[in-house]
């Protein structure tokens, strides 16, 4: 099997300024470094060259998408305001969303890391494929950036390639701890890319990803999301993906599985509040490799998105690019016996209810699917 690898330096040199956590320093806030800085991504590329991981790979060379490229996604203002904000040198793109001096250039190339890598799968240059973007791309919404997210890399990477004749029909599967609210926009009233987020309920955006929000026109029945409640661990994630997930991907059959990459749902990760360790993620990777075998052909590519844990992120991503790659380093997760017990619960009841009600949302998809046909 071979692994597609998409990773590039000057990604690290977006520079998201003087902070204290996600707070803007203030007269009473004293400054520090935001939480969406290069370390965890850096330590991530680190830690896989290190391991010897990346022999194993196949390293993918990325180049920045085009002004025309974001404009198949995003409106002229906003693309426009990014570089303006951009040249200016330092700021906030949005909601929660710093900027700095070339930002614009090094999204550009974020989102290109994220095409190259889509691209090569459905190509069959690799099989399956890792990009680690950054910025982050799942909270750009097409008029606004959001969430340290300026322009949305799945999609403008998907778009360009629809509009290549290399793709029809996409799925992604979000299972950053925080909805996917701009990859839903995107997509939402689009029946040949089905989007479905797995997230913390309620954390952030606020106000976004609940079940009722099913897609509209003719997207309607094609976005799904799980708001799974805080405290989720590996037995609501894996019944998930074994109830909801997987039999939506079987009834809509994609042509390349998609995954929203983020690891800040580990029990480690400052931001989110639910208990997955390297290990669960690891069993995840699992199922989505096994399900696109199943659907796709086994095309499968995974963008990177949120995790801002520094130390604990290079274990998790480690552990899926190793199952990617169906090859086991030496690594040890050394915080796996201390979190193994608590991260591996079983399903509880309140966690059941959201999932039996998501799961009641496939009837509505395959019907869709059925009119369609």
Known sequence: MATGYVFHEQLMWHDTGSSADMMPPGRFVEPGRHLESPGSKR???NLIQVSGLARHLVPIIAEPVTAEDLLRVHTQR?????????????????PQAPIGLNSFDIALLSAGTTYAAMRAVLTGRVDNAYALARPPGHHAEPDQAMGNCLFSNIGVAARRLQHEGLLGRAAVV???????????TVFYSDPSVLTISLHQDNLYPTGRGALADNGKGEGEGY????????????????????RVIGPALRAFKPDLVIVASGFDASGFDPLGRMMLNSECFRRLAARMVALAAEVSNGRLMMSHEGGYSEGYVPFCGHAVIETLANHRTEVVDPLSDHI???????LQPHQAAVIDAAEGLLAGLRQRLASAA
């Open 340 to 346: 193994d017990e608590w991260a591996g619960q079983d």
């Open 43 to 45: 330590r991530l590329n």
């Open 223 to 242: 976005n799904i999301n799980i708001p799974l409640p805080a405290g989720s661990g590996t037995g609501a994630y894996e019944a998930t993906f074994d």
């Open 174 to 184: 979000d299972w950053d701890v925080h909805h996917g609210n701009g990859t839903e």
């Open 78 to 94: 906003h693309v426009d305001d990014i570089r303006m904000l951009s040249e200016g040198g330092s700021g906030f793109a949005g």
